[in-house]
């Protein structure tokens, strides 16, 4: 089972964990379930995907590790493991770097595969590029953990992350307080130094500052066993020298002199002590060190830097002293070796492949430390239960005492961090708790406040002042909605300005679509079985007798055309007919209404009295006509109430629940004076990532060339089947903005017609059979109510912050107020979220106005009342 787990450790901590199963590349990863846990959450966001399979990635990773040897052999470099096995020679650094290149290429085609990238997208929107990330990839299978995992494009778009690896199975290894001495303390082991130099790691640790680091040079095991024993304990151990994997990569071995060379089962009882006693990080500059993180990962060891292949002992120096220099000067351990590795770029003139050897191996119970935290002997939190409580909240701001480098100028200094004592005893210090009957004796100001701003908050909302800002919020919270299921009911046929182009030479009588292509598009759609079909395209002349079929697929009883409705204000006087083939009771409209800036939100149903004299009296818009004629096809009852409501029987519903589409007035939920004509319904959008992906979209060209496999057909059978115009969106009226259009790419800001019928259509469907709400609205009173409510609340806080007032400090007070009012605006945008999720828009921005307008207000005259006075002294 594999496991990709990305978190975030700055203001706000976040994980997602990614479980691949029990997958591997020549397979794939048939279910992929992604976890996102957030901060004081115990419960997480899940979603899912798959990986296919990748068998090309081992081989292609195969070969670069014996480029990369041959290449380096070719080099005579002083590596610091000798290479062995090399079956490929006289490489050049140019065939090197394309291999590179492909195996980057290859990776990242592979991680942007459609059933995976979904989930990549979901973890873009709930991560942001200014947070520190950590990526932790848990896995046991070899040939997983050797993959470049810093290759994906992800890095790229988040620049404070960095990848680690995980075992499969962990757990914190609990460990007894230490005394701080304001020292780090380090065990140096420099090993076997046949070859290298690791005089210069030992002079780039002696320079670190604040540590009290120990050397043991080329020692016997006895000697190394010693110093591991030690109660006092180790923060960091640090190893130089030759060291390697096994065949399997499961085990590694470290050479301690020029005799002995010893494997981490031969060192497990003292390496378990060191941890116990408190060793937090480890880190192996030396060549091949996957295997000795496997055997380590069985102990338990919080954090472990190793190199994933042979390194050079130039490229070992450059780590480690860029490494120890972005550590100690206050950055995170990942920010750290992240920055530290890219520093290798540099070198890869001379070192080409280095800045793909250093890797982070991490224990996910223990959040990996910072300088800071191992020097002051910090407790460190630990994962349990949930990856909520996983990580703590680590910050990159906690090194924020910058220092000069150690590594680099020879000398250090960081400015002591002493707690700051408290300038007053307890005695000295004023009460700071809030009498609860302040708030009765201060009852008739707060009455007052929070009637008064509610009042003059609702005199704007009545004067239309607000309307703008609550469409906005409105927008906003249905675009936060989760993704839905696409709607399988129905099947939409867009007609591409490809489909137009490749009917050139057909007379099109000013059509889009000529006689012919709708012809052979009809002759076509009867192999689908559809219930009924919805004709988005306007028609105003006569078929053409040369095409008889295509008169009498017109006026069948299932299709159902449209015409065009005057509107005088946009300066169409006339309007446009309706194809003379179409039965007269099949004829609709599909005019909308959007609101001011191009938004639609309102589904326009039906039409009160039409002009019998115009071109179009349709009275009903198309997808009412296609819903009610799917539902009739299914036994479905429907009418009219007293006072002209639509009403639909959804018998498969508890207790027989009849479904009500209740109109809207002028003034409906933040509306004010809104063009209510007709039948309207607030148009609840079928929640997608774009509004086209409501339902199975195909061209008219898939379909008359048959690119629908039979088998996918016979799927596609009984559905509603709506066929418009998707052409360019500069030369076409049939382009809709929607509440989704502040997310989408510029080519996706508006919506072709045909897709927004799809929409209506749903709607309908999905309220009557499958229970899915309606957009809805409280009464005024209930909103008047609410309003009020939220005006109370800031009232509280204000009096609350007002009393603090006059007994804190200068303008400390403004911290609690800021924070206060903070989370009652986030607890009220929660409540209209849950609200917006169950088909209810109840009032956002009056609410939130009203509770800043009375918190902040009630802080400035709730000082000058007696009562109040009276109370604070």
């Given at each position: 089972?594999?496991?990709i787990?990305?978190q975030?450790?700055?203001s706000?901590?976040?994980s997602?964990?990614l479980?691949?199963?029990?997958?591997?590349?020549q397979?794939?990863?048939?279910t992929?379930?992604?976890?996102?846990?957030?901060?004081d959450?115990?419960?997480?966001?899940q979603?899912?995907?798959?990986?296919?399979a990748?068998?090309?990635?081992p081989?292609?990773?195969k070969r670069w590790q014996?480029?990369?040897?041959a290449?380096?052999?070719?080099?005579r470099?002083d590596l610091r493991l000798?290479i062995?096995?090399v079956?490929?020679?006289?490489v050049s650094?140019a065939?090197?770097r394309?291999?590179?290149?492909?195996?980057?290429?290859?990776?990242?085609?592979?991680?942007?595969?459609?059933?995976?990238?979904?989930?990549?997208?979901?973890?873009?929107?709930?991560l942001m590029?200014?947070?520190e990330?950590?990526?932790i990839?848990e896995?046991?299978d070899?040939?997983?953990?050797?993959l470049?995992?810093?290759?994906?494009?992800l890095f790229?778009?988040?620049p404070?992350?960095?990848?680690?690896?995980?075992?499969?199975?962990y757990?914190?290894v609990?460990?007894?307080a230490?005394e701080s001495t304001?020292?780090?303390?380090?065990?140096?082991?420099?090993?076997?130094?046949?070859?290298?130099?690791?005089?210069?790691?030992?002079a780039?640790?002696e320079?670190?500052?604040?540590?009290?680091?120990?050397f043991?040079v080329?020692p016997?095991?006895?000697e190394?066993n010693?110093?591991?024993?030690?109660k006092?304990?180790?923060?960091?151990?640090?190893?130089?020298g030759?060291s390697?994997s096994?065949?399997?990569?499961k085990?590694?071995?470290i050479?301690?002199?020029?005799?002995?060379s010893?494997?981490?089962?031969q060192?497990?009882h003292a390496?378990?002590?060191a941890?116990t006693c408190?060793l937090?990080?480890?880190?192996?500059?030396s060549?091949?060190?996957l295997?000795?993180a496997?055997e380590?990962?069985?102990?338990?060891i919080?954090?472990?830097?190793?190199?994933?292949?042979p390194?050079?002992d130039r490229?070992?120096?450059?780590?480690?002293?860029?490494?120890?220099t972005?550590f100690a000067g206050g950055?995170?351990?990942?920010l750290?070796?992240?920055e530290?590795r890219?520093?290798?770029?540099g070198?890869?003139d001379?070192?080409p492949?280095?800045?793909?050897?250093?890797v982070?191996?991490?224990?996910?119970?223990?959040?990996p430390p910072?300088?800071q935290?191992?020097r002051?002997?910090n407790?460190?939190p630990s994962?349990?239960?949930s990856?909520s409580?996983?990580h703590?909240?680590?910050?990159?701001?906690?090194g924020?005492?910058m220092?000069?480098?150690?590594?680099t100028?020879?000398q250090?200094s960081?400015p002591?961090?002493?707690?700051t004592?408290?300038?007053?005893?307890?005695?000295?210090?004023?009460s700071?708790?809030?009498?609860?009957r302040?708030l009765?004796?201060?009852?008739?100001?707060?009455?007052?406040?929070?009637?008064?701003a509610?009042a003059l908050v609702?005199?704007?909302?009545?004067?239309?002042l607000?309307e703008?800002?609550?469409?906005?919020a409105?927008?906003?919270?249905?675009?936060?909605?989760?993704?839905?299921?696409r709607?399988?009911?129905?099947l939409?046929v867009?007609a591409?300005?490809?489909?137009?182009?490749?009917?050139?030479?057909?007379?099109k009588?000013?059509?889009?679509?000529?006689?012919?292509?709708?012809?052979?598009?009809?002759?076509?759609?009867?192999?689908?079985?559809?219930?009924?079909?919805?004709?988005?395209i306007?028609?105003?002349?006569?078929?053409?007798?040369?095409y008889?079929?295509?008169?009498?697929?017109?006026?069948?009883?299932?299709?159902?055309?449209?015409?065009?409705?005057?509107d005088?204000?946009a300066?169409d006087?006339?309007g446009i007919?309706?194809?003379?083939?179409?039965r007269?009771?099949r004829?609709?409209?599909?005019d909308?209404?959007?609101?001011?800036?191009?938004?639609?939100?309102?589904?326009?149903?039906?039409?009160n009295?039409?002009?019998?004299?115009?071109?179009?009296?349709?009275?009903n818009?198309?997808?009412?006509?296609?819903?009610?004629y799917?539902?009739?096809?299914?036994?479905?009852q429907w009418?009219y109430?007293?006072?002209?409501?639509?009403?639909?029987?959804?018998p498969?519903?508890d207790n027989g629940k009849t479904?009500?589409?209740?109109?809207?007035?002028?003034?409906t939920?933040?509306?004010?004076?809104?063009?209510?004509?007709?039948r309207?319904?607030?148009?609840?959008?079928r929640?997608?990532?774009?509004p086209?992906d409501?339902?199975?979209?195909v061209n008219?060209g898939?379909i008359?060339?048959d690119?629908?496999?039979?088998?996918r057909?016979?799927?596609?059978?009984?559905?509603i089947?709506l066929?418009?115009i998707?052409g360019?969106?500069?030369?076409?009226?049939?382009y809709?903005l929607?509440?989704?259009s502040?997310?989408?790419?510029?080519?996706?800001?508006r919506t072709?017609?045909?897709?927004?019928?799809?929409h209506?259509?749903?709607?309908?469907?999905?309220a009557?059979l499958?229970n899915r709400?309606?957009l809805w609205?409280?009464?005024?009173?209930?909103?008047?109510?609410?309003?009020?409510g939220w005006s109370?609340?800031?009232?509280?806080?204000g009096?609350v912050?007002g009393?603090r007032?006059?007994?804190?400090?200068g303008?400390h007070?403004?911290?609690g107020?800021?924070?206060?009012?903070?989370?009652?605006?986030g607890?009220l945008?929660?409540?209209?979220?849950l609200?917006?999720?169950q088909?209810?828009?109840?009032?956002l921005?009056?609410?939130?106005?009203v509770?800043?307008?009375?918190?902040v207000g009630?802080?400035l005259v709730?000082?000058?009342?007696?009562c109040?006075n009276?109370?604070?002294q």
């Open positions: 089972m594999y496991l787990e990305l975030t450790a700055v706000m901590s976040q997602l964990v479980k691949l199963g029990n997958g591997n590349c397979e794939g990863f048939p992929v379930i992604a976890q996102l846990w957030e901060t959450h115990r419960n997480p966001i979603f899912t995907g798959c990986l296919p990748a068998p090309e990635l081989k292609l990773y014996l480029m990369y040897a290449l380096y052999g070719g080099f470099c000798e062995h096995d079956s490929i020679t006289n650094e065939e090197f394309n291999l590179s290149q492909q195996l980057e290429e290859q990776i990242n085609t592979w991680l942007n595969a459609e059933e995976f990238h979904k989930i990549e997208r979901r973890v873009r929107t709930k590029p200014s947070e990330i950590r990526v990839i896995a046991e070899d040939q997983v953990r050797r470049p995992w810093h290759l994906w494009r790229e778009d988040y404070l992350t960095e990848v680690a690896l995980s075992s499969q199975e757990e914190r609990r460990t007894p230490r304001g020292q780090v303390r380090v065990l140096g082991i420099l090993g076997n130094s046949e070859g290298i130099e690791v005089e210069k790691d030992r780039l640790l320079q670190l500052p604040e540590a009290e680091t120990v043991v080329q016997q095991r006895q190394l010693h110093q591991l024993w030690d006092q304990g180790w923060d960091i151990l640090f190893f130089a030759h390697g096994g065949a399997d990569a085990t590694g071995y050479s301690i002199n020029q005799t002995d010893l494997t981490i089962s060192l497990k390496l378990r002590t941890i408190g937090r990080l480890a880190i192996f500059n060549c091949d060190g295997g000795l496997r380590l990962a069985d102990l338990h919080p954090q472990l830097i190793v190199m994933r292949e390194v050079p490229v070992a120096q450059e780590f480690l002293k860029s490494f120890l972005a950055k995170s351990l990942y750290a070796v992240r530290a890219e520093r290798l770029q070198w890869e001379n070192y492949g280095a800045s793909w050897l250093p982070i191996c991490q224990n996910p119970a223990v959040v910072t300088w935290q191992l002051d002997r407790q460190f994962v349990s239960g990856s409580q996983a703590g909240s680590q910050t990159s701001s906690e924020q005492h220092m000069r480098s150690a590594v100028k020879g250090t960081l002591s961090t002493s707690p004592p408290s300038d007053q005893t307890s005695s000295d210090k004023p700071h708790s809030f009498p609860i302040l009765w004796c201060d009852r008739v100001l707060l009455l007052k406040a929070s009637v008064f509610m609702m005199g704007l909302r009545w004067l239309g607000l703008g800002l609550e469409l906005k409105f927008d906003k919270l249905m675009r936060q909605r989760p993704d839905e299921m709607d399988e009911r129905l939409i867009k591409t300005p490809e489909d137009i182009k490749n009917q050139e030479q057909q007379p009588h000013g059509a889009s679509l000529s006689d012919h292509t709708l012809t052979r598009l009809f002759e076509k759609l009867q192999e689908y079985e559809p219930v009924t079909i919805g004709l988005d306007y028609r105003d002349f006569p078929v053409d007798p040369a008889p079929k295509l008169a009498t697929y017109l006026g069948q009883k299932n299709l159902f055309g449209i015409c065009k409705v005057k005088a204000k300066g006087t006339e007919s309706p194809p003379l083939e179409i007269p009771d004829i609709s409209f599909s909308a209404l959007p609101d001011q800036g191009g938004i639609l939100r309102r589904h326009l149903l039906s039409l009295s039409p002009d019998l004299t115009d071109k179009c009296t349709a009275k818009n198309l997808s009412l006509l296609l819903a009610l799917y539902l009739d096809a299914k036994g479905i009418g109430t007293s006072n002209q409501q639509l009403w639909i029987d959804a498969d519903l479904v009500v589409l209740k109109e809207l007035n002028s003034d939920g933040g509306y004010h004076r809104v063009d209510a004509a007709g309207q319904i607030l148009l609840n959008y929640s997608r990532r774009s086209e409501i339902a199975l979209t008219v898939d008359l060339n690119k629908i496999p039979p088998q057909r016979s799927q596609l059978k009984g559905r089947i066929v418009g998707a360019p969106i500069n030369t076409s009226s049939d809709w929607t509440p989704y502040a997310s989408q790419s510029l080519s996706e800001k072709p017609g045909v897709v927004i019928q799809g209506m259509v749903s709607q309908i469907l999905s009557v499958d709400p309606l609205v409280w009464s005024e009173s209930t909103e008047v109510l609410w309003i009020w109370v609340v800031g009232s509280v806080i009096l912050m009393f007032s006059g007994q804190a400090r303008m007070f403004l911290s107020l800021v924070i206060s009012t903070g989370v009652a605006l607890a945008y929660g409540i209209c979220y609200f917006i999720l088909g209810g828009w109840i009032p921005v009056p609410s939130a106005m509770l800043v307008l009375t918190s009630m802080v709730v000082r000058y009342t007696p109040s009276q109370m604070r």
